[in-house]
């Protein structure tokens, strides 16, 4: 069955590459052409690397996860009720891990961060968010604070 997009017109492959015995008007042949456009572009890129002596402006890269995302948000880390009975600990590669009282890893899941948002996806289904404020964290009725910071040490106290 003919392919109505072709209208009829037969098309034969390209070729990528010219052979060398044809030449590019200029008396080389192509393929040497390409390849020494090549080589000057990698040296080039070459000559603006660290020690290079390149002018390009050198600049550190934006940190990255072992993922290649972007570095975590600033609220990795543990945050804890006032009490300390549940505890909730932020991982940098987006999970989290929430103990209350002896029992460890009561819940566990996937967590993102927008903003000041939080937003939780259990594994055992359910979802929630919370708000952060500072070092204050409010979340499903609870009160969490970084641990060890100022607010955590002021809820202890009072």
């Known amino acids: 069955m003919a392919n109505p997009r072709l209208d009829g017109h037969r098309h034969r492959p390209r070729r990528l590459f010219r052979t060398a ?17 090549c080589l000057f572009l990698l040296l080039a890129a070459c000559s603006t690397g660290p020690g290079g002596g390149g002018t ?5 890269p934006a940190p990255t996860s072992s993922t290649g995302e972007q570095a975590p948000h600033p609220y990795v880390g543990m945050w804890v009720t006032a009490d300390g009975h549940i505890r909730q600990m932020l991982l940098p590669e ?4 929430e103990a209350r ?8 899941g996937a967590y993102r961060v927008t903003g000041n948002r939080i937003e939780y996806d259990d594994d055992t289904g359910f979802s929630a968010h919370g708000t952060f404020d500072g070092d204050v964290l409010h979340h499903a009725g609870y009160v969490f ?4 910071s100022e ?8």
């Open 21 to 37: 015995d044809r030449s590019t008007g200029s008396g080389q042949p192509y393929l040497a052409v390409l390849t020494g456009t």
């Open 56 to 60: 390009a402006p050198q600049s550190a």
């Open 94 to 97: 987006g999970r989290y891990d």
């Open 101 to 108: 009282g002896e029992r460890e890893s009561a819940y566990t």
């Open 145 to 148: 604070y970084r641990e060890g």
């Open 151 to 158: 607010a955590h040490r002021t809820a202890r106290e009072g």
